[in-house]
């Protein structure tokens, strides 16, 4: 079997989970153990994007160009993050990853986060859910 990637929304988040589940090897935006690799987004790693992304032609708005309807809404990369989204899709996409475990926050913020990176990086693995309302130790395992 295969190792489990955690993605959390934040740093601190994944070194308190990955400490849980004895993840004690530190890598550039990850740390793992022999079955747990945990990673974690740094907030919103991808956005809609914007109407000019469609066509330039929507870049200054006027009521001729309006509504602007999408046949379907585009997502891309936010800059200032790249390096982290490279980090995660590398993760997402790995052969020695069996299934993902979503750990972001529990409101829709950050079921989003997660579901707009593992769309865009167009990862396929299964996932589940992890939903706690606590961050103590025995919570987590649990």
């Not at 475990?101 to 950050?110: K, V, W």
């Not at 579901?115 to 395992?141: G, H, N, Q």
């Given at each position: 079997?295969?190792?489990?990637?955690?993605?959390?929304?934040?740093?601190?988040?994944?070194?308190?989970?990955?400490?849980?589940?004895?993840?004690?090897?530190?890598?550039?935006?990850?740390?793992?153990?022999?079955?747990?690799?945990?990673?974690?987004?740094?907030?919103?790693?991808?956005?809609?994007?914007?109407?000019?992304?469609?066509?330039?032609?929507?870049?200054?708005?006027?009521?001729?160009?309006?509504?602007?309807?999408?046949?379907?809404?585009?997502?891309?990369?936010?800059?200032?993050?790249?390096?982290?989204?490279?980090?995660?899709?590398?993760?997402?996409?790995s052969k020695e990853i069996?299934?993902?475990?979503?750990?972001?926050?529990?409101?829709?913020?950050?079921?989003?986060?997660?579901?707009?990176?593992?769309?865009?990086?167009?990862?396929?693995?299964?996932?589940?859910?992890?939903?706690?309302?606590?961050?103590?130790?025995?919570?987590?395992?649990?």
């Amino acid at each position: 079997m295969g190792r489990i990637l955690v993605v959390a929304e934040k740093p601190s988040v994944a070194r308190d989970i990955g400490r849980v589940v004895g993840c004690k090897n530190k890598n550039e935006g990850y740390i793992e153990s022999d079955k747990y690799i945990v990673s974690w987004a740094l907030g919103h790693l991808i956005t809609l994007c914007e109407p000019e992304d469609y066509d330039i032609s929507y870049k200054k708005w006027s009521m001729e160009t309006l509504p602007v309807m999408p046949e379907e809404m585009k997502l891309k990369a936010v800059k200032k993050t790249a390096k982290k989204l490279a980090v995660l899709k590398k993760l997402m996409n790995s052969k020695e990853i069996d299934f993902i475990i979503c750990a972001t926050d529990s409101g829709r913020e950050g079921e989003l986060i997660f579901r707009y990176i593992y769309s865009y990086v167009k990862c396929r693995k299964p996932f589940k859910r992890l939903w706690i309302s606590s961050m103590t130790d025995e919570a987590i395992k649990e």
